[in-house]
C-alpha cells in the first residue's frame, strides 16, 4: 500500500479497495461489477473517486476519474482523454501506457466503449479502435475528434481525488482545450451508420 505522504487524502478504507486493483484490467472489473451505470442527465453530477466508491455509481466521466485514481495509486500518471463526437455524447476514458504501448480503462452502456488493452503503438492508434462501436441510438457513427491525454494532476488544487463538490472545472477544461480530428474534413461530412447486428451488440447488458 501506498505511504501516509502518497495518499493522495484518500482515507484508509479509499485507499485499500484502490490498491487492490493492481492491475488496469482489475480496474475494468470494478467499474463492471461494482458501479452501477449512473444514468442521470448529462450536466447534473460529475463525482469525484471519493463519492463514486461511495455511492457505487458512475457515468463515463466520474468512471475514467475513478480509473485514473486507481492508476495513479499504482504509479501510472492520472491520465484521461476526451472522445468528441456529432450528434451524440462525449465520452471520456482513462489512458495509461505499459512498455510503450497505450491502453485505456472506462466506464460505458455501450459494450464496445470499453477496456482496451496496452497494445496500441500511438494514442491514435486506440482512439480509432472506439469508431466503430461509437455510435448514437440512430445508429450514425458520430466520434469525430480526441484530446490530447490530460494529466488530472492539475487538479490536485480542487481535490479532484476526495472533493465533496462537483468537479465542473474538469468537464470546462475538456471542452475548451483543441482536439485532433480523426477524419479528413470530406469524410466528415458524410454520415455513416452501424449494422444493425453490432448495434445491438453494443448494446448488450445496457440499462
Request: glycine content about 6%; overall charge positive.
Amino acid at each position: 500500500m501506498p505511504s501516509k505522504r502518497n495518499s493522495f487524502g484518500l482515507n484508509r478504507d479509499e485507499l485499500a479497495i484502490l490498491t487492490k486493483l493492481s492491475r488496469p484490467e482489475k480496474i475494468q472489473e470494478f467499474l463492471e461489477d461494482k458501479i452501477r451505470y449512473n444514468k442521470e442527465p448529462d450536466g447534473k453530477t460529475c463525482r469525484s473517486p471519493r463519492r463514486v466508491l461511495r455511492d457505487r455509481v458512475a457515468h463515463c466521466i466520474e468512471g475514467a476519474l475513478l480509473a485514473a485514481a486507481a492508476l495513479r495509486v499504482q504509479g501510472h500518471p492520472p491520465l484521461i482523454v476526451d472522445l468528441e463526437a456529432v450528434r451524440d455524447d462525449d465520452h471520456i476514458i482513462a489512458v495509461f501506457k505499459e512498455r510503450g504501448h497505450w491502453g485505456a480503462v472506462a466506464k460505458s452502456n455501450y459494450a464496445g466503449l470499453r477496456f482496451r488493452e496496452p497494445v496500441y503503438r500511438t494514442l491514435r492508434e486506440l482512439v480509432m479502435t472506439y469508431y466503430e462501436h461509437y455510435y448514437n441510438l440512430r445508429g450514425e457513427k458520430s466520434l469525430r475528434r480526441y484530446s490530447r491525454p490530460v494529466d488530472l494532476g492539475r487538479f490536485d488544487s480542487i481535490g479532484w481525488m476526495t472533493s465533496e463538490e462537483e468537479l465542473w472545472a474538469i468537464g470546462d477544461y475538456l471542452s475548451e482545450i483543441a482536439h485532433r480530428p480523426i477524419l479528413p474534413r470530406e469524410l466528415a461530412r458524410r454520415r455513416r451508420f452501424v449494422d444493425r447486428r453490432l448495434y445491438d451488440a453494443g448494446l448488450l447488458g445496457s440499462l
